[in-house]
């Protein structure tokens, strides 16, 4: 027998052998270092307990479960003077806690500057209040889920408008635009501004005496219940995903407040499950 040749060919099998042995490792470390799939929904710590009816439903069996979850769940309800200081404990300025953050500019201003002057803060209906002439009695116009501090003036330009992308930018609030029938608010409020009109459609659903509110895909809608446009703030809450003070905020309204949630601040992905 020729002792070469088979030197050689196992020189040749263990070449092989260890190449098949490098590449596996190498598939190992990848899959082991590898950024796994985003889930397509989120889990959170309330889906056992407050959202176990909601769970796995999807469209209006959804819509339908969550109002009743947040309806039912709302014990504590504010008058409109309340709302002042339960703003100053929920848009707290997370470094400085004699402070809030106003919406749309992000200035982190003193809780005790709140009033009608021009440079004060004041309590900014993100749902406009006249999009079902809802007012300001204890409901759909003290809800402290879309009441945010915002400056005077930058809140005075916002008026009623619906909210789309466009117009001309706001000089008090760089990153903000509007135009005669929308606003369109800076991309780190985008979300968040989305996520509250969603809130809105979904508690007030035509019951307890209040209006129907639901988002539509139109602007200039006036004092009808409807408030637009839709699908740019899908967009806009797809974009912009819940940060770390919307979801503060959430918790703070649920443990001291309203007693209720934002559901889309928890599950972002049920606004495409509904609209």
């Given at each position: 027998?020729d002792?070469?040749h088979?030197?050689?060919?196992?020189?040749?099998?263990a070449?092989?052998?260890?190449t098949?042995?490098?590449?596996?490792?190498?598939?190992?470390t990848?899959?082991?270092t590898?950024?796994p799939?985003?889930?397509?929904?989120?889990?959170?710590?309330?889906?056992?307990t407050?959202?176990?009816?909601?769970?796995?439903k999807t469209?209006?069996?959804?819509?339908?479960?969550?109002?009743r979850?947040?309806?039912?769940t709302?014990?504590?309800?504010?008058?409109?003077s309340?709302?002042?200081?339960?703003?100053?404990?929920?848009?707290?300025?997370?470094?400085?806690?004699?402070?809030?953050?106003q919406?749309y500019?992000?200035?982190?201003?003193?809780?005790?500057?709140?009033?009608?002057?021009?440079?004060?803060?004041?309590?900014?209906?993100?749902?406009?209040?006249?999009?079902?002439?809802?007012?300001?009695?204890?409901?759909?116009?003290?809800?402290?889920?879309?009441?945010?501090p915002?400056?005077v003036?930058?809140?005075?330009?916002?008026?009623?408008?619906?909210f789309?992308?466009?117009?001309?930018?706001v000089?008090?609030?760089p990153?903000?635009?509007?135009?005669?029938?929308?606003?369109?608010?800076?991309?780190?409020?985008?979300?968040d501004?989305?996520?509250?009109?969603?809130?809105?459609?979904?508690r007030?659903?035509?019951d307890?005496?209040?209006?129907d509110?639901?988002?539509?895909?139109?602007?200039?809608?006036?004092?009808?219940p409807?408030?637009?446009r839709l699908?740019?703030?899908?967009?806009?809450?797809?974009q912009?995903?819940?940060?770390?003070?919307?979801?503060?905020?959430?918790?703070?309204i649920?443990?001291?407040y309203?007693?209720n949630?934002?559901?889309f601040i928890?599950?972002p992905?049920?606004?495409?499950?509904?609209?």
């Open positions: 027998m002792k070469t088979i030197s050689r060919r196992g020189r040749i099998m070449i092989a052998a260890t098949v042995m490098v590449a596996v490792a190498a598939q190992i990848a899959s082991a590898a950024t799939a985003a889930p397509r929904g989120s889990v959170t710590a309330y889906d056992d407050y959202y176990k009816d909601a769970i796995g469209g209006p069996e959804l819509k339908t479960a969550l109002h979850i947040i309806s039912e709302q014990t504590g309800k504010l008058t409109y309340q709302v002042w200081d339960a703003l100053k404990d929920t848009d707290q300025d997370p470094a400085n806690s004699a402070n809030i953050i919406l500019t992000g200035k982190s201003q003193s809780k005790n500057s709140n009033g009608s002057n021009p440079d004060d803060w004041n309590r900014e209906h993100v749902w406009a209040k006249s999009h079902g002439d809802f007012g300001t009695a204890t409901g759909p116009g003290t809800d402290i889920h879309h009441l945010r915002a400056d003036s930058v809140n005075s330009t916002r008026g009623n408008k619906d789309d992308n466009g117009g001309t930018e000089g008090e609030a990153g903000n635009y509007t135009d005669g029938d929308s606003f369109e608010p800076r991309d780190a409020d985008k979300g501004v989305a996520r509250m009109i969603l809130y809105m459609a979904v007030y659903d035509g307890d005496g209040f209006p509110l639901e988002p539509n895909d139109k602007v200039d809608n006036g004092s009808q409807y408030l637009g699908s740019v703030l899908k967009e806009w809450s797809r912009d995903p819940p940060s770390d003070f919307e979801k503060r905020r959430n918790q703070v649920f443990d001291k309203q007693h949630r934002n559901p928890d599950h992905e049920w606004v495409n499950e509904i609209w």
